[in-house]
């Protein structure tokens, strides 16, 4: 009896998982300082209002093609310079910075929800419902991203909306065959068969007892889905099949930008210089995230 | 072994079905009938344009119709061009070598430099090379390749001018197309300069399109090769007494390479996709950039076939890819 009690003493406390996440993430500085940077650039999103000089549609045309304001002939009024129709090139990203990570973010999250549903019906309904999901997505599948979503934009038009439309189901498969994957994993698994004897329903069974076991992947895979749905925005605005002007969106700008290559470089180099950082620091957060989520991983990379 | 190919070939078939329903819906989910965007914004007289469904056969029920289209494909028929009235798939042949050249040269590209560069990396884990590799193959997935390639232009083709804007070849060259691939022909022609002429307008296309799957095949082979040097065989090869590169070559680097043939295999679909943009930045002749142009143009059987086009080659390079898995993986060959 007493030595129980000593070894009940002897259990130190836990961290809560919030801390402990915190302490697996920040041991990977790379990860830590991407998500800084990806910080700031929601935050100019969010407050691009406030935070930007200028308005992103104004054009000066007195300062058209304005070298950024280290260079020769730059101002400091347009500190990275104005664009061939006189506008202010940081205002742009600025405000451009809210319409990539919030198509990003809805297209990502129009993909995740509908793909978990989707998964969690082929995991726990293989035979019939599961067998026709999964092939549907094999077609999905075999359309490369970029082609399957310029193949939805040439029926539903160009546009903000059309734009996330289209990514969100190119990037369909990939959760709905993730959140399979891991539900089959746990469907067999005591939990779930004692949460099914204690009369547990499929709805319950599949949201509540599986679902939440089954999110680490899906959460590292939604970082990494938020990345490349920025990148395939401004592909398709560089298309000229994304949001459309004079709207400033980083690849749209960039598909303009095409023309001055030779008289104004920094017209070129900022809008890609802004979506190289952006992408790059969430995919590094994307790694800091997965190993602080998925230990299993973490040992395999 | 046969019969695993047999097994790979029967899960193919309904995706592949599965395709042609898709390519075959999307011509008729765009807004307007093909007369309409044929005629344009002039008015049509209603018996005329009656008359024209019914000459293409769009009267027809769906499922006739939808017979029709694969009946057609099956004899190698993509249908007309709206804006040429050409045979899309004669037009297809004409382009489709331009971007298989510059695809396998980027694939080269990317499986030449990251494979050796992961290898390496994974074999001296923590060393200012393998960081190094790590950081710029994170760079290179996360780069914007349109915006990659403009830069490459800029500074190699405008500062330096090394190489040129755009396109296959100088156009004083007037090679003969023998088999499509300007690199041969312009070999074969014995002319002088056009094979260095065809060489240079290639290079920074390959770069561009070959960053991603660089990338990516460099981290996997790093972590395969991690992997594999923690295996039990490895540490026995070790103990026997081999040399460590006997080790690293024959024991390790075989096994390591697996999971980076089906990295390989998928990247076929990036390449595909990045083809889009590389060759509508570099005016590449390829059928990436005629996609492009032909949406734009409103003509749809091109977008038709180019998408049934790309999602078959994707399926069997993907197929190719498991069938050799399995050469390489006996144990996969078995398993149900």
Redesign the interface.
């Known amino acids: 009896m007493t030595t129980q009690v000593q070894i009940a003493d002897v259990v130190p406390s836990y961290p809560s998982p919030l801390k402990e996440f915190w302490q697996s993430f920040s041991h990977n500085k790379g990860a830590v300082v991407a998500l800084f940077i990806f910080l700031s650039v929601i935050f100019c999103g969010v407050f691009a209002g406030w935070i930007a000089p200028h308005d992103p549609v104004e054009q000066y045309r007195d300062h058209m093609l304005t070298p950024p304001s280290w260079a020769e002939g730059g101002m400091s009024t347009y500190l990275l310079g104005t664009d061939e129709l006189g506008r202010d090139i940081l205002s742009r990203l600025i405000h451009g910075a809210r319409i990539s990570l919030f198509i990003a973010f809805m297209s990502v999250l129009m993909s995740l929800i509908p793909g978990m549903v989707l998964g969690l019906l082929a995991a726990f309904f293989p035979k019939g419902a599961g067998t026709v999901i999964m092939?549907?997505m094999?077609?999905m599948l075999?359309?490369?991203?970029?082609?399957l979503a310029?193949?939805i934009i040439?029926?539903l038009?160009p546009g903000l909306i059309n734009t996330m439309i289209a990514i969100a189901i190119g990037t369909l498969p990939s959760y709905t065959r993730l959140t399979r994957a891991a539900a089959m994993a746990e469907i067999n698994k005591e939990y779930v068969t004692a949460s099914r004897v204690a009369g547990a329903g499929a709805l319950r069974l599949m949201f509540l007892t599986v679902l939440p076991n089954c999110m680490a992947p899906i959460i590292v895979n939604a970082t990494l889905g938020f990345?490349s749905a920025i990148?395939e925005t401004?592909?398709l605005g560089?298309?000229?099949?994304g949001v459309q002007p004079p709207t400033p969106e980083w690849?749209t700008m960039?598909s303009a930008?095409?023309d001055y290559?030779?008289r104004a470089?920094w017209v070129?180099?900022m809008?890609?210089v802004t979506?190289?950082v952006t992408?790059?620091s969430?995919?590094?957060m994307g790694?800091g995230l997965r190993d602080a989520l998925d230990p299993k991983l973490k040992r395999?990379? | 072994m046969f019969s695993f190919i047999l097994r790979k070939l029967a899960t193919v078939i309904?995706?592949f079905i599965?395709?042609t329903?898709?390519a075959f819906a999307?011509i008729r989910?765009?807004?307007g009938d093909p007369i309409e965007v044929m005629v344009g914004e002039r008015k049509l007289d209603p018996v005329m344009h009656a008359a024209a469904m019914q000459r293409l056969g769009l009267d027809q029920p769906l499922h006739i119709q939808y017979f029709r289209y694969v009946k057609d494909l099956a004899q190698g028929d993509l249908g007309i061009s709206l804006v040429t009235r050409e045979p899309v798939t004669k037009e297809f042949l004409t382009l489709f070598p331009a971007t298989v050249e510059l695809a396998i040269c980027a694939l080269l590209f990317a499986v030449l430099v990251g494979l050796p560069a992961g290898m390496i990396a994974g074999l001296k884990r923590g060393s200012v090379f393998d960081h190094g590799v790590m950081g710029v193959s994170?760079?290179g997935?996360?780069?914007?390749i349109?915006?990659?390639g403009?830069?490459l232009?800029?500074y190699f083709s405008?500062t330096l001018g090394w190489t040129p804007v755009s396109g296959r070849i100088d156009i004083e060259f007037d090679i003969a197309q023998r088999t499509g691939f300007l690199l041969i022909d312009s070999w074969l022609s014995g002319e002088e300069g056009a094979f260095k002429s065809a060489a240079m307008h290639l290079i920074l296309p390959t770069i561009v399109l070959g960053t991603i799957p660089l990338a990516v095949i460099a981290r996997m082979t790093r972590?395969s090769m991690l992997?594999v040097l923690r295996e039990d065989y490895i540490r026995t090869a070790r103990a026997k007494g081999l040399a460590p590169t006997r080790v690293v070559v024959v024991h390790a680097l075989r096994n390591a390479l697996i999971p980076v043939i089906t990295v390989i295999g998928l990247q076929v679909?990036?390449l595909?996709?990045g083809a889009?943009?590389t060759e509508?930045i570099y005016s590449w002749p390829g059928i990436g950039k005629w996609?492009?142009d032909s949406?734009?143009r409103r003509d749809?059987p091109v977008?038709q076939a180019?998408?049934l086009v790309?999602?078959t080659i994707?399926?069997v390079v993907n197929l190719f890819v498991d069938i050799l898995y399995g050469v390489v993986n006996p144990r996969i060959r078995s398993a149900k």
């Open positions: 092939r549907v094999d077609v075999a359309l490369p991203g970029i082609l310029i193949c040439t029926i038009g990345s990148l401004a592909a560089f298309l000229g099949l690849g960039l930008a095409r290559i030779e470089p070129v180099t809008p890609g979506i190289l992408v790059l969430i995919n590094l790694d395999a990379a | 309904p995706t599965g395709i329903l898709v999307l989910m765009i807004p994170m760079t997935f996360s780069m914007p349109f915006w990659w403009l830069i232009i800029m405008v972590s992997e679909g990036s595909l996709g889009v943009l509508t996609l492009v949406i734009s749809y977008v180019g998408i790309s999602a994707f399926i």
